[in-house]
């Protein structure tokens, strides 16, 4: 393998690496797939390390020849369907080393594949508003104002994101208007109990994946990551609850 295959290759695997990586696989799931895509063709050892914004790999040759590249990872969106996709593909990858186009052109596929339309997101954050709602003691009227609200939030948080503002920012934005919109809802006669008709909006922007994988990352060994996503889902739970709270004063 010369030195151009080999940079493709480890191209290939630091695109999956880092795909993984935004999809919120643990740093251990992203480190251990590279490794293993590398080691199939042909390296003799492969150094990874990543934290939640990079990727850096070191790919040894029988040679002595080492190839280095490194990813800086700056978004990320959790999508548990493209990860078990990327997953099947690192699979597959190992098993019958296909060349490197064979390789870009299944990893476009995944990123171009179904997603949850517009249409389907404002029903699904409806019905998770609604429900916890409902789960918390809230009655029939605190359902049905919590699933408006959550609509109207997925509208607001979609405008903010256009803006292209920084995440805390757009969770502090969306836990103010949320319990604006609950303290208003009451007032209004439409729900009966702010606080339940809020605590369904909260549970839309709880970081409880990036928290379980936080914890899951410390007890893997990988302290570094561990401590960031850990800190990273405090400082946003604490956003959100200031959010509320302001809101709240403000009635």
Wanted: net charge neutral; hydrophobic share 45%.
């Amino acid at each position: 393998m010369n030195r151009e295959e080999a940079e493709q290759y480890l191209y290939c695997a630091m695109s999956i690496g880092e795909q993984l990586l935004v999809s919120g696989a643990e740093v251990g799931r992203v480190e251990d797939t590279i490794r293993r895509i590398c080691m199939a063709y042909g390296a003799v050892r492969v150094d990874v390390f990543s934290i939640t914004s990079s990727i850096v790999t070191t790919m040894y040759e029988k040679d002595a020849q080492t190839y280095t590249q490194t990813r800086r990872v700056s978004a990320m969106a959790n999508d548990l369907h493209k990860l078990d996709e990327l997953n099947r593909l690192s699979r597959k990858i190992c098993e019958t080393r296909p060349e490197p186009d064979q390789i870009k052109t299944e990893l476009d596929k995944i990123m171009k594949g179904p997603r949850y339309t517009f249409t389907q997101q404002l029903l699904i954050y409806a019905l998770i508003s609604g429900s916890f709602s409902v789960f918390f003691g809230g009655d029939w009227k605190d359902m049905l104002s919590s699933a408006v609200i959550g609509i109207l939030l997925k509208f607001f948080e979609a405008f903010v994101k256009r803006m292209s503002v920084n995440g805390l920012i757009t969770a502090l934005l969306c836990a103010s208007v949320g319990g604006f919109l609950a303290n208003l809802a009451v007032l209004c006669r439409l729900g009966n109990h702010a606080d339940l008709i809020s605590i369904g909006n909260i549970m839309l922007f709880i970081p409880g994946l990036a928290f379980t994988n936080s914890l899951r990352d410390m007890f893997s060994g990988d302290t570094i990551t561990g401590l960031i996503r850990f800190m990273d889902s405090i400082l946003l739970a604490i956003i959100i609850a200031l959010g509320f709270t302001f809101a709240n004063f403000l009635f």
